[in-house]
Structures are given as structure tokens and as C-alpha cells.
T-cell receptor, first 120, second 110 residues
Framework: DTEVTQTPKHLVMGMTNKKSLKCEQHMGHRAMYWYKQKAKKPPELMFV???????INESVPSRFSPECPNSSLLNLHLHALQPEDSALYLC???????????????????FGPGTRLTVL | DQQVKQNSPSLSVQEGRISILNCDYT??????FLWYKKYPAEGPTFLISISSIKDKNEDGRFTVFLNKSAKHLSLHIVPSQPGDSAVYFC?????????FGQGTRLTINP
């Protein structure tokens, strides 16, 4: 299994809803990432989990809450979102955390197809 | 402050010719560079990478060139095929994360 899967593919939610995005990989990768991508922009890093521990939070508002239940799963819990949070949410994984040393090829990140989120 | 820049938002190339996508960076601490390809409604797909200790890496139709002194890298696709039409992102490895460029939309014309 060489892919990262994400569910749902599309999600429409109101500003008072609570929903969750899910990401799964079975490649034995020990680092997992959440990115947000707006139209015609590059992916923007939100969170990094390294060996199931949160290692980077890029000053993301608390209405986004990540969770890593085990080494294969990554969730993103959403609550009280704003319309400007509408975007494509991408999950990625890599063998090891992306760091400035070590075997570079094991830091390549593999992306899932994304969840297209619309907040009304 | 954008550390990785792709100055051409779009590029059109005729099928069979060479496509050259460019990327510039400002941070000399970046030590590894990657190219990703993205189709609409899909996640980015890893294409090819290069370590900062090399100046060229080739994989089939794809070659990445790195000029460290100019802080510039390029992706060459030859021959270009219709299926290569996509958005291409270059990315650089920094401290614990990848930094992405803005992307270049490549269109291959028949």
C-alpha cells in the first residue's frame, strides 16, 4: 500500500458545526502533516506529527485541532470555522520527519488527494 | 517573505518539445529540493528531487538542475507530453518542513 488516503473528499459545514477530517497511511511512515491550500496558492503547512507527537504547530487557530491516534492515522477536528477557512486540506506523510540532516530521500512527503472543505 | 519563488505562473509548450520550469530560493540553508506535480482536485505527486551536494539528477524524461551559487533550480521535461499538463511546485527542505513555491501551470499543446 503506497498511498495516503483522506476522507471525506468533500465537506460542506456551517460555522457552528463540528466535523473531522481523516487521513490514513500504511507505509510505515513516522511523520504526518496537515496542509491547507487555497486556490492558486502553494500548500501551507499547518501541523506536523513526528512519531505520533505534535512537533510543529504553525500558529494555527484553535478552531483546528489535530489528533494522531496511532502511527497510521491523523485526524483534524474542526469547530466553529469561518468562511475564509474554506480550502483544500491536504494530508501528507514521510518516512521520517523533515529535518535538516539525515538521509534526504526519506524525507520526501507523499500527499493524499485532499478534502475540499466549504464553510458556509 | 517568500523563500521559494516560481516567477512564471504559467507556461505553454508544444508537445514533443522541452519544458523548462524554474525556481529560485533565498535561504542558503536549504539542503534538499523537490518537484511536485498537481492535477486539479488531487494532492501533489512527488516527481523528482535533488540534494544540494549535486547539480543534476535525472529520472526518465525529467531532469532537475541545481545552481547553488545562483540559488536556482530548474526542471526539464523532454519530450513534453499532453499528460504533463499540470501545476508544478518546487519545494525546499528547511528546518523540519518543506517550503513550497507558488507553482507554475504547465500546458502542453498538441
Amino acid at each position: 500500500d503506497t498511498e495516503v488516503t483522506q476522507t471525506p473528499k468533500h465537506l460542506v459545514m456551517g460555522m457552528t458545526n463540528k466535523k473531522s477530517l481523516k487521513c490514513e497511511q500504511h507505509m510505515g511512515h513516522r511523520a504526518m502533516y496537515w496542509y491547507k491550500q487555497k486556490a492558486k496558492k502553494p500548500p501551507e503547512l499547518m501541523f506536523v506529527y513526528s512519531y505520533e507527537k505534535l512537533s510543529i504547530n504553525e500558529s494555527v487557530p484553535s478552531r483546528f485541532s489535530p489528533e494522531c491516534p496511532n502511527s497510521s492515522l491523523l485526524n483534524l477536528h474542526l469547530h466553529a470555522l469561518q468562511p475564509e477557512d474554506s480550502a483544500l486540506y491536504l494530508c501528507a506523510s514521510s518516512h521520517q520527519p523533515t529535518a535538516a540532516s539525515g538521509r534526504a530521500s526519506r524525507n520526501e512527503q507523499f500527499f493524499g488527494p485532499g478534502t475540499r472543505l466549504t464553510v458556509l | 517573505d517568500q523563500q521559494v519563488k516560481q516567477n512564471s505562473p504559467s507556461l505553454s509548450v508544444q508537445e514533443g518539445r522541452i519544458s523548462i520550469l524554474n525556481c529560485d530560493y533565498t535561504n542558503s540553508m536549504f539542503d534538499y529540493f523537490l518537484w511536485y506535480k498537481k492535477y486539479p482536485a488531487e494532492g501533489p505527486t512527488f516527481l523528482i528531487s535533488i540534494s544540494s551536494i549535486k547539480d543534476k539528477n535525472e529520472d526518465g524524461r525529467f531532469t532537475v538542475f541545481l545552481n547553488k551559487s545562483a540559488k536556482h533550480l530548474s526542471l526539464h521535461i523532454v519530450p513534453s507530453q499532453p499528460g504533463d499538463s499540470a501545476v508544478y511546485f518546487c519545494a525546499a527542505r528547511g528546518a523540519q518542513k518543506l517550503v513550497f513555491g507558488q507553482g507554475t501551470r504547465l500546458t502542453i499543446n498538441p
